[in-house]
């Protein structure tokens, strides 16, 4: 078992809609947790983190954590082509490197 | 602010050749991380540094060795490059583990024939 795992996708919502990306880890240990996009041809790049049990908010996006299932959410509201990339999850062990999964690709349709 | 360099952008090695990706980052990050990354794999940490004059291996060290050369630099070198190393190599700098994230560079694009 991957230590993190995405589904690959592609993800094909249309644009307004809400694209829900999932993450689950198998280290319970894990204490931090990290969402990337990743467009194209392009280094990876922060959207949000989550430390704690719930929900986070920033803008259109919504990270959502639940500890006790392993397991970690991205929640895109009214999707915009731009939104179109590989999203990463990434889990950070109690070594303190962080562990990606494989990606999972969105397509947001015009 | 460069924030993380990387050079070259790309190469093309044939087998057996080596090779050094440099590294550098600005931000005053004590940890940098070298990965590789291909088609349906994901990010796979090489090596990284937690700080200064410390190296340790990550999930798929064999084939490259790093040198942490000062707070700013992190090489990553191919001795002797193979098919199975062609790859896009990212490096990526934090200020600590446990803390905020990693910044990553724009990467280089490795071919090896």
């Known amino acids: 078992q991957k230590e993190v795992e995405q589904n690959s996708g592609p993800l094909s919502v249309p644009e307004g809609a809400i694209a829900s990306l999932n993450c689950t880890y198998s280290?319970?240990?894990?204490?931090?947790f990290f969402w990337y996009r990743q467009y194209s041809g392009k280094s990876p790049e922060l959207i949000m983190f989550?430390?704690?049990?719930g929900d986070k908010e920033d803008g259109r996006f919504t990270a959502q954590l639940n500890k006790a299932s392993q397991y970690v959410s991205l929640l895109i509201r009214d999707s915009q082509p731009s939104d179109s990339a590989t999203y990463l999850c990434?889990?950070?062990?109690?070594?303190?490197?962080?562990?990606f999964g494989q990606g999972t690709e969105l397509s947001v349709k015009p | 602010n460069a924030g993380v360099t990387q050079t070259p952008k790309f190469q093309v090695l044939k087998t057996g050749q080596s090779m050094t990706l440099q590294c550098a980052q600005d931000?005053?990050?004590?940890?940098m991380y070298w990965y590789r990354q291909d088609p349906g794999m994901g990010l796979r940490l090489i090596y990284y540094?937690?700080?200064?004059?410390?190296?340790d291996k990550g999930e798929v060290p064999n084939g490259y060795n790093v040198s942490r050369l000062n707070k700013r630099e992190f090489s990553l070198r191919l001795e002797s490059a193979a098919p199975s190393q062609t790859s896009v190599y990212f490096c990526?700098?934090?200020?600590?583990?446990?803390?905020?994230?990693?910044?990553f560079g724009p990467g280089t694009r490795l071919l090896v024939l």
């Open positions: 990526a700098s934090r200020k600590a583990s446990g803390q905020e994230t990693q910044y």
């Open positions: 280290d319970r240990g894990s204490q931090s």
């Open positions: 989550i430390y704690s049990n």
């Open positions: 990434a889990t950070e062990n109690q070594g303190g490197k962080l562990i």
């Open positions: 931000m005053n990050h004590n940890s």
């Open positions: 540094s937690a700080s200064e004059g410390t190296t």
